[in-house]
């Protein structure tokens, strides 16, 4: 069954971009915006699960470092802002915050006398494991009215678009 084309918020901004400057391409204009408004959706319907477990993003996004991480579930805070692209201040606000908690504890680095580790509790642990699992579930069905091919292809695009947006080469192209 062929798939229907329905029109949306992009559309009708490419329109009027048409009807005033017709020698514009807004093809990647297109492209674009919807990735921005796919994103803020995502992050909507995501945030909800976290939320249902008593997290918030960026806790999530700690836990989840720590617990994919593998067993002893533990890391220097450095590694961990290091994956998640923070700043060390706001990591170390965020760490006070999840160990005050109960999620982690915070232990001497026996390589390092001066930085700590950071380790999921076993209250943590429990509680990330169950938060992935609704997490994926959550992913699943956003993604359950889009065909496994498509969201292959998908996939492939927007590697390939992350590929070339991280390159030093896309940046040097956009300073010049």
């Given at each position: 069954?062929?798939?229907?084309?329905?029109?949306?918020?992009?559309?009708?901004?490419?329109?009027?971009?048409?009807?005033?400057?017709?020698?514009?391409?807004?093809?990647?204009?297109?492209?674009?915006g919807?990735?921005?408004r796919?994103?803020?959706e995502?992050?909507r319907y995501?945030?909800?699960v976290?939320?249902?477990?008593?997290?918030?993003n960026?806790e999530?996004?700690?836990?989840?470092?720590?617990?994919?991480?593998?067993?002893?579930?533990?890391l220097?805070?450095?590694?961990?802002?290091?994956?998640?692209?923070?700043?060390?201040?706001t990591?170390?606000?965020?760490?006070?915050?999840?160990?005050?908690?109960?999620?982690i504890?915070?232990?001497p680095?026996?390589?390092?006398a001066?930085?700590?580790l950071?380790?999921?509790?076993?209250?943590?642990?429990?509680?990330?494991?169950?938060?992935v699992?609704?997490?994926?579930?959550?992913?699943?069905?956003?993604?359950?009215?889009?065909?496994?091919?498509?969201i292959a292809a998908?996939?492939?695009?927007?590697?390939?678009?992350?590929?070339?947006?991280?390159?030093?080469?896309?940046?040097?192209?956009t300073?010049?």
């Open positions: 069954m062929p798939k229907t084309h329905q029109s949306d918020g992009v559309d009708a901004i490419r329109e009027q971009w048409r009807r005033e400057r017709p020698d514009l391409d807004t093809g990647p204009m297109a492209t674009i919807r990735l921005g796919c994103s803020q995502l992050h995501l945030n909800e976290f939320t249902r477990d008593g997290l918030t960026w999530f996004d700690v836990l989840a470092t720590l617990r994919r991480n593998g067993s002893p579930y533990r220097a805070p450095t590694e961990i802002f290091s994956s998640l692209m923070l700043s060390s201040g990591m170390t606000r965020q760490l006070h915050i999840l160990a005050e908690r109960g999620f504890s915070r232990s680095n026996p390589e390092d001066r930085s700590m950071v380790q999921l509790t076993p209250q943590g642990l429990a509680l990330i494991d169950e938060a699992t609704a997490h994926v579930a959550n992913m699943a069905r956003l993604f359950s009215r889009l065909e496994t091919k498509d998908l996939d492939r695009s927007l590697r390939e678009l992350l590929a070339t947006l991280e390159s030093r080469d896309a940046r040097a192209q300073s010049s």
